[in-house]
């Protein structure tokens, strides 16, 4: 009986044990000075754990210098600021693929950035995991920044700046990939948009006028099923009817999954800042609004694998889509778009004429 006892505590202990560890490796020693994460009012809990990357003052304005940094790039010319662009809410303006090392060019719309905490996987496909891991995937592309990482770190370790700035962010100078893609992600977690016209109506702050109002009815029948409130997209992948382009051969989901019921299926857009982020579609080939309307209500392509909410394409009137567009027209975060915060370090004052909006 006494071993039994002997045996019951010896377990109890080493789950005791098991879990402190466990919660040990889950948490980060904290170095600087904690920024916290403010969800607005009324929207869930961000998904993302923080515990593992807690975002500081020191770590986020490495991220940025990071993120517009050229050096990350094998030639000097493509940071990660170069396809996301702050006055196109972070997407790249007027061009349906970024340009990219050597003359080339991206073979996907580079998609806006805001709102990531709520992300749970990223790509058009969902084929990135983790934020800490995406911006891997454009770093390494021969036809983004095509540089390798290891002579990423060798080339900021150069400079004595980082040296000063990783060290404020981690305890002491060493750069490593692991520590840039902390860095990098602290600062693309703090893009979040939460201020349009939109939001203010929802609090209590302003009042639609009549279109924006008709529009957001109309929104609510016909568009809220895969773009739901308040983040404008359910993260789902979804086939809307798009043909491939016979040049990339891009059948979406299915090239991560493998599965014939994936084809054509990319991930459902946010409608936020819509009004900044032409062109639209995972391949940019919607110039505008108006040409995504054509395409739901009368260019869909009706295959096996489309969305059984769009098999009868999605009827709409010129009057509709009137009201649509100035409802989400109303999704526009101009606060965002000029938030010094994320602006280019050195670069803060740039006068608002210099800012293109819509």
């Not at 109890?12 to 560890?21: H, K, R």
């Not at 940025?64 to 396809?83: E, H, Q, T, V």
């Not at 454009?138 to 004595?160: R, Y």
Request: with cysteine.
């Amino acid at each position: 009986m006494k071993r039994h006892y002997i045996i019951i505590i010896f377990l109890l202990f080493t789950i005791f044990l098991s879990a402190t560890l466990v919660e040990k490796e889950s948490t980060t020693k904290v170095i600087g000075t904690i920024i916290p994460f403010v969800v607005p009012k009324g929207w869930s809990k961000p998904i993302y754990n923080f515990k593992k990357n807690p975002i500081t003052v020191e770590g986020f304005d490495l991220g940025r210098k990071l993120f517009y940094d050229g050096r990350l790039s094998k030639d000097g010319n493509y940071p990660c600021a170069s396809c996301h662009q702050q006055f196109s809410a972070f997407a790249t303006y007027d061009h349906n693929f970024s340009h990219g090392f050597n003359n080339s060019q991206t073979t996907r719309n580079a998609p806006a950035l805001f709102n990531l905490a709520w992300t749970k996987e990223f790509m058009h496909d969902g084929s990135i995991a983790t934020l800490e891991l995406q911006p891997i995937e454009h770093i390494i592309a021969t036809n983004e920044m095509g540089e390798k990482m290891d002579s990423v770190v060798f080339k900021l370790s150069k400079d004595t700046t980082y040296h000063r700035m990783f060290k404020n962010a981690f305890g002491d100078t060493t750069i490593t990939t692991p520590r840039i893609m902390k860095a990098l992600t602290q600062f693309m977690l703090m893009l979040v948009s939460s201020n349009s016209k939109y939001d203010k109506v929802m609090r209590g702050e302003d009042k639609f006028i009549l279109p924006e109002q008709l529009g957001y009815g109309i929104f609510k029948t016909k568009c809220e099923t895969c773009h739901p409130e308040p983040m404008f997209t359910d993260y789902t992948y979804r086939n809307i009817g798009m043909n491939v382009y016979p040049y990339l051969q891009d059948f979406g989901r299915m090239s991560k999954t493998h599965k014939r019921e994936d084809s054509l299926k990319f991930r459902v857009p946010s409608l936020r800042n819509v009004a900044y982020t032409s062109p639209y579609g995972h391949d940019g080939r919607f110039f505008s609004l108006m040409n995504v309307f054509e395409h739901y209500r009368s260019k869909m392509t009706v295959g096996p694998t489309t969305d059984s909410l769009l098999r009868n394409k999605l009827p709409l009137t010129n009057y509709e889509i009137g009201q649509l567009t100035a409802f989400l027209y109303s999704l526009s975060d101009t606060a965002f778009i000029r938030d010094k915060r994320f602006a280019e370090p050195g670069k803060e004052n740039v006068p608002a004429s210099y800012i293109h909006v819509h």
